[in-house]
């Protein structure tokens, strides 16, 4: 009988043993499917991710540079104004509003004021500013009224110290309604300011420029000023109206952002509480900040959530 007993006692153990190394294996098995799984998807998600931060930069620069292309075109044209010779002998002649356009001088730049304006449909206005005089002639047989200051301009602080190209903040054209924004250059004889020329250029192919960069089904992109307002952005409400810094979610972090950088990613949530990966960068010339945004969808933006939310990466502006 203990025999028996013995043999079946050591039956028990072996199939006890049996038991707990086939559970061990099979735990083994199923945390090795997990942890391949966590990896594979953890990989795929960083590619995903990679992805869409790269195309935002990719399409944020783009978008960028084709701005500032614009500008630089019509900075040419400006500076060429601020080199002819008829145009500065007015400004060192004509000192007074009352003889603003009288005088062969003024026929000779009224002629050059106009004929710019006609070579090209986004110029809404060409013009010329004395800075003693106070006054301006622009294309069309435009003259300030009597009231006007040349030096109470808003932009004429920046104006009178740039040694190249200002541009005004964008605003809107009392006459067309439409966009507008003022490239100025200022005009000077033997180091001394005379005073400016500028064209008044229509932002009509703004909304061009930025539709034209498609950011999947619900991706879209935005265009700021110095100021932070909306320039262009695909509801209407807020162009012009609202600032990206007094916008709800993390628009605030992005403007300070904007601020600090001149390119670089974000990961936060949209005014709408969405989260959305966010892409920027400066166009030069102006110092604007185009935008564009692109909704992840739900497990990348999950798996994003969990790691570190701001600043993927910083391009610092030189001061």
Not at 272 to 291: C, D, I, M, N, P
Request: include cysteine.
């Amino acid at each position: 009988m203990n025999i028996i007993h013995q043999w079946i006692s050591a039956t028990h153990i072996r199939k006890s043993i049996s038991t707990k190394l086939a559970i061990a294996m099979l735990a083994v098995i199923i945390l090795s499917s997990c942890l391949t799984g966590y990896l594979i998807y953890s990989h795929t998600s960083r590619l995903l991710q990679n992805e869409i931060e790269t195309n935002l930069a990719t399409k944020s620069g783009a978008i960028a540079d084709q701005a500032g292309a614009l500008f630089k075109e019509k900075g040419t044209l400006v500076r060429q104004m601020a080199t002819n010779q008829e145009i500065v002998n007015y400004l060192k002649t004509v000192q007074a509003p009352d003889h603003a356009q009288s005088g062969p001088l003024y026929k000779s730049v009224d002629t050059t004021l106009n004929e710019i304006s006609a070579t090209d449909k986004t110029i809404a206005f060409t013009w010329v500013a004395s800075d003693k005089g106070g006054f301006y002639v622009g294309s069309g047989g435009a003259l300030s009224k009597p009231d006007y200051d040349v030096k109470q301009r808003p932009w004429y602080a920046a104006a009178s110290k740039a040694k190249d190209m200002a541009y005004t903040d964008p605003y809107l054209d009392a006459q067309s309604g439409k966009l507008v924004v003022s490239i100025l250059h200022p005009v000077r004889d033997g180091g001394a300011l005379i005073g400016f020329v500028a064209v008044d250029l229509f932002l009509d192919t703004l909304p061009q420029i930025m539709e034209s960069y498609k950011l999947g089904q619900s991706g879209y992109t935005f265009l700021l000023d110095n100021n932070g307002t909306m320039m262009y952005h695909p509801n209407q409400e807020y162009v012009m109206k609202r600032k990206l810094g007094e916008m709800t979610g993390d628009l605030g972090e992005l403007a300070a952002q904007l601020d600090k950088n001149d390119a670089g990613l974000m990961f936060g949530k949209d005014d709408k509480g969405t989260v959305a990966y966010f892409g920027y960068s400066t166009v030069a010339l102006t110092g604007w900040s185009s935008a564009s945004c692109r909704k992840p969808k739900r497990w990348q933006a999950c798996g994003r959530l969990s790691g570190r939310q701001f600043c993927i990466s910083r391009v610092r502006r030189s001061c």
